[in-house]
Structures are given as C-alpha cells and as structure tokens.
C-alpha cells in the first residue's frame, strides 16, 4: 500500500514522501485493510519499532481534517513530550497535558491533538474538563500496561470513562505483542493486529563461552579478551555498532559503564562536551562517575539521574557518540534509543518476599525490541548471557521461544477499586449503585472472566468502607459524593491517603517533620528502601524525635517513610543536593522525585486541612512553600517574589536583606551585586509594590530558578 493512496491531508502525504516513507509496512497496511480510515476500533500489537506511530497520526490526521478531536494517552510524562514534539508542525495543533491533578486545563480544548499521561487525563475527567467530551478519536500507546501492576487500573477506567462518555468516539490501541491480545481487542470491540514483522531483522541468541548461539547457527566472537559482557561489546563496536546493556540494578549499571569506559577508551570533543554537560548538571558522586564514563564512550541510565543528565546520555546515544548505555530494566518500555546489539546480562531480579525471579517475557521482548535502527543497522541482535553451558537451552526455552504473559485486569485490587469506584460516584458516572455495577460490568475485569459474584462483593465492599470513611452518603437508591469525597477525587488522591491526612491533622500539634512522614506514610507516596546502613539514623529519630511524629507504627513501610521524610527535611533545610545523596545512598533525580511528589501531597494536604482542620492553616502553607522552593522557613518573605528562589534569597539574606521591606531599605547596587541588574530592577519593582501595600507574601508563581523539576 502507498502512502499517496492514503486518505490523509496532502501536507502530510509529502511530509512522508520527503522523510523516504512511501509505503506503508505491513503491519500499517493491515490496519488500513481493518477499517482504520473508517473509524474501526483497532489493536495494533505488533514489535516495537514497526510504525505504531505512523499508523496513528494517519488517522488522527484524517479525523481532523473532518471536525474531530483527538487524545493520544502515554504511560510516561517523557514519552508526552516525545509524541509532542513528533506530531507537533504537521498544520495541526497540538498541546500536551501537564500541570497539576486538580486543574480542568480549559484550555487544551483549543488544540487538534491532546498528549497526556493516564493519570493525568483521569484527573481531568474528575476535574470534568468540559472539552474531553469532544473527542472523536482516542489513541493509547502501550495499552498492554492495562496489566501493570501499579498503573493499570487507571489506565483502565480511563478508557472506560471515555468511552462511556462518548460512545462514538474511535479507539486505537497500541501494543507490544502480549499473550491474550484477542481478549483486549473483545474488550475494546476492536479489530485485533497481531504481527511479528519487524522493519530491522532482529536475531535472538545465546551468548557462551566465546560464540553467540542462534537457533541453528553460531558466531564466533575474535579471541576473548575480557569478561564475557565486554567481549559483546567490542565485537559490536568494531564493526560500528553500539550496545545498549540490560542489567539489574543501578549499582550494576553504573559499574558496566565504568568498566565499559576503561575498555573502549574512546576520545573525541563531542564526548569532552558531553561530560562537561553532564558534570554541570549533576554534582554529586554519581554524577561524576557518569561524566567520567561519558568522557570515554559509556554511560548509565538510571531514574535516579536527574533529567538533564539522562537526556545528555541519550542525545549523546542518538549522535553515535556514545557506544554502550548501561541501563536499568525498568528503562526498557520508554527509552526510545535502538542500537545494533542488546545484551540482556541480568534476566533476574530480586522481589521482596520471594528472592531471586526471572523477568516477564514481555519485558523481555520490550528490551530485545530495541535492537537495531531502522534504516542504519543491517540486523539487530538480542543477547542473553548465560553463565553454564545448561543454561543456554533454558534461556531459549524461558525467553526466546517463550510466549508473552497474558495481561490480566488490576481493578479487582482493593485500592485501585476504591479510588476508581469514587471518581466514578463524584464525576457523575454512577449515582447508584446498581449504576457503580453496570458500569464494572462493562470493563475489561468483568470481560475477562466470570467475576460477578466476585464483582459484586469487592464493589459492596468498597462502597462500604467510602461510605464509612465519609466520603460517599447513600439515601435511599441513590449515592452522592460528600464534600470531603469529591475533594479527594478532583485532588486524585487514594482515599485511604486523603483519610490519613485528615485523621493526622486532627491528632497531635503540628510539626513539620510530622506532616512529611505522615505523607510519606500515605499509599500515594514513593518510598526509599530501608538499607542495612539507614538502621542507625531511624532508631536515633524513634528515640529522639517520636513525639513529633503523627503515626505510630513498627512496619518496614513506618521505617522507610522516617528515612523518605528525613531527605524531604534536609531538602527543605537548604542542605545540598551532594550531601544528602551521600548521606542517604540516593540519586538527585530521587531527591527530584520525593520533592515532586511531596510537592502534590502538600498541595492537596493543604487543600484538606483548609476545610476540614483550619487550625494549622498558615502552617501547612508555610511547609507547603517550603517544600516547593526547598528553603529554611526564614527564606519565606523573600521566596515570595517572582524570579527569587532557594539560591538568590539565600544569598540576599545571607547579606543581612531578610524580606521584601529589607530589599527596599537596601541601596540598589547592593541589591544589583547580588542579583544582577534585570532579576535586581524586577525584584524591586515587586517589593516597591508589596511594601507599599504592606501585605502579607502571597502564593504568586514564582519564575523557576533552581527548583528541581521532573
Ligand atoms: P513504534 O512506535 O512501533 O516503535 P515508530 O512509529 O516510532 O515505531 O516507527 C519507527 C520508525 O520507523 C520511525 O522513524 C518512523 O518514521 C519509521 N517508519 C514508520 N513507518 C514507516 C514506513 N512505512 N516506511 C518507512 N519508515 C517508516
């Protein structure tokens, strides 16, 4: 099939014809066949690189062109600005969903295409934004994660929501390939695609003792030199290509990349530039060792790097200057970086509870995807590692030749339920709840086996323990959301969350190191592991600083929130970045990630504790600004003007200037020596004004300068 043939605006046709696309792969022309320009529902779950995109800006394309408007849902705030960006340009406008969960962002309903996370489209459908029910045509990319663990019941009732909001509206689903596709493509009343076409030929195989095994054939590697993970490595690099390496955890990452570093010792420019970069960005110990790698070749990439970091090690990747990424599993489903050879060196990974356990297939195929660049790479090669001669036909058996995983539904989870079955009775879906039950018949859990009885129990049981916890009120047949309930949705919270806030800011005085371990206790928070080595700082804080916690508990999560809000204090006691990444074992994109996601828990808590315990009011305002900007409370006055944070009014105040009435008593070139004569000039203007009406610091958004961001 021909691209000219397509029904598509002409300005996109020839952007197509101009990048070399001029006929459609198979896959793409299956789904045409399917009914893709006749607004069919279609499941596309085909390999990784084989056009997924494509075959949806087609379509959202035509759909324009006729008067729709389209969502394009993504699992990752990354992978938002990627599609973005790819679709941005092409004469239609395209706008992306971010800023915070309690917003409707009105404004979105402007643009043609809409990219979004679930999570954050969910917040907009309890937040009614009143434009999502315009949309004609739905797109949701790695629609597999329906089966995640931690995301997929959102992803679920998100699709379901919509759907039930706008019944005509067309579905395109996007997939790797997985075990059970027909039963999600039932679900989706979708045509289902299912190919194993690849545009790069991908060989899977076996590497021991000196030669990659292939089902039928074998390559022999030059004389072994090194260790068999750096053997594969320079094999690739001598006949140009570049490695990406699978390993199991961060430590092991940043290990591969120094012992890859020592081996290829490449030098250019380019890498010198990238290291100073990546110096520059990242300070702390583990920033050195990336810049270190960098400078001769390798890399790591882990979540715990802070974000300008990572993307100098994937523009690095994409240039060809860098030859080998070491990177953590957990990267496989979004790093969009294809190199000729992947090796997947650890196959395992360690889970509490149950040891030592072998990764899904479906993660597995996700990493062994990567392999090869289209158009650059004659063939891509996957290569598992195995360590005895035994285990080579076990690694075929388990992951080569295995099928997929079936993906299975998590909303019979007991805390996904609650959350979702409340968005549903406060954004107007169900006000009953024979309702509650219609609309969870209609999804993907109760399609996929005969769950009724179960169904019915799991959702009585939820509706219970909302109402209970005051969040819901029945009268007679029908059920409404009480005040406290609809705050807790608009503001995305997980009920259990908003109950813990409410409860802990009616028990004892307020302190703020209470109020960051509660948070940090609550399920919506993201925990650090407790290390042997932490032991000694949790017990000196159990002995000395009980009285200022909230809760008190003795479970390992209890423990690992006391280490979790001790980062966030330090964070907010102006303490560096370096230190409390030494001091913790943690990367600064962790600290990035406790401050970001603190940073919505204190906006909600803030929220609740303004309607429902205003006594604590000013402080959790104060606390609030305190985490945002990461200052000392005495920081405050000063934090309050625009284009001021943490550095210049630590600076300012340092010189003895403490607050908006101290800049206007100061003389101006003081002022201008340390700020500057642009941020000095602005900053005055704002503190002439502010004096002037002698008012107390307002909450105005502040212009960015230091903050960290993610
Ligand atoms: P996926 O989303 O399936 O991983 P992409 O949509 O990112 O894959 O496509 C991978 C690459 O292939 C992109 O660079 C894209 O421009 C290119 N591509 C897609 N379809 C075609 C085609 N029909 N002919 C040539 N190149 C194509």
Known sequence: MKIHEMPIPNHLREAYLRNGIEELYPPQAECVTAGLFDRKNILAAIPTASGKTLIAEMAMQKEIAEGGKCLYIVPLKALASE?????????????????????RDEYLGRYDIIVATSEKTDSLI????????????????????????SRGGTLEMVIAQLRFQNPNMQIIGLSATMGNPESLAKW??????????????????????????????????????????????????NEGGQCL????????????????????????????ELAKRIAKADTTASGKNLALAVKSGAAFH???????????????????????????????????????????????????????????????????????RPRLDPYGEAVLIAKEQRDVDRLFEEFIDAPAEDITSQCQKENELRSHLLALITSGFAQTADE?????????????????????????KTLAYLEKSGMIEKEGDGIHGTLFGALTSRLYLDPESAMMIKDGLAAKNFTAFGMLHLLCMTPDMFRFYLKASDEKFVDKILKERSDELLLEDISEEFFAAIKTALVAEEWISEISEDSICERFGVGAGDIHA?????????????????????????????????????????????????????????????????????????EEHEVVSILGATIAQKVLEQAGRRSAKKSRPDREEEEREDVPTE
């Open 83 to 103: 599609k973005y960006e790819d679709f941005s340009g092409k004469s239609v406008k395209v706008g992306i969903a971010t800023g915070d969960p309690d917003q």
């Open 126 to 149: 309890r937040n009614k934004a009143g434009w999502l029910k315009s949309i004609s045509l739905l797109v949701v990319d790695e629609i597999h994660l329906i089966g995640d663990d």
């Open 188 to 237: 989706l009343d979708a045509a289902l695609i299912t190919s194993e076409w690849r545009p790069v030929d991908l060989r899977e195989g076996v590497y021991y003792n000196g030669a990659i095994h292939f089902h039928g054939t074998e390559r022999l590697l030059e004389t072994p030199k090194k260790d068999d993970d750096l053997n594969l490595l320079l094999d690739t690099v």
């Open 245 to 272: 390496v699978f390993v199991s955890s961060r430590r092991s990452a940043e290990a591969y990349a120094k012992r890859a570093a020592v081996t290829l010792k490449k030098t250019s420019d380019a890498l010198d």
């Open 302 to 372: 882990h979540a715990g790097l802070p974000r300008e970091a990572r993307s100098a090690v994937e523009e690095g990747f994409r240039n060809g200057d860098i030859l080998c990424i070491s990177s953590t599993p957990t990267l496989a489903a979004g790093l969009n970086l294809p190199a000729r050879r992947v090796i997947i060196r650890d196959y395992q990974r360690y889970e509490r509870g149950t040891g030592m356990n072998p990764i899904p297939v479906l993660e597995y195929r996700q990493m062994a995807g990567r392999a090869g």
């Open 436 to 460: 509650v039950r219609g609309f969870m018949e209609k999804s993907f859990y109760a399609s996929q086996k005969s769950v009724h009885r179960r169904l019915d129990k799991n959702i009585e």
């Open 594 to 666: 406790v401050v970001e996601n603190l940073r919505w828990l204190m906006h909600a808590a803030g929220r609740i504790c303004h309607e429902f315990a205003s006594c604590c009011d000013s402080e959790m305002q104060d606390l609030e600004l305190r985490v945002n900007h990461g200052v000392k409370e005495e920081l405050l006055p000063l934090i309050s003007l625009k284009g001021i944070g943490r550095v210049r009014a630590r600076r300012l105040f340092d010189r003895g200037i403490t607050n908006p009435e101290g800049l206007m008593a100061a």
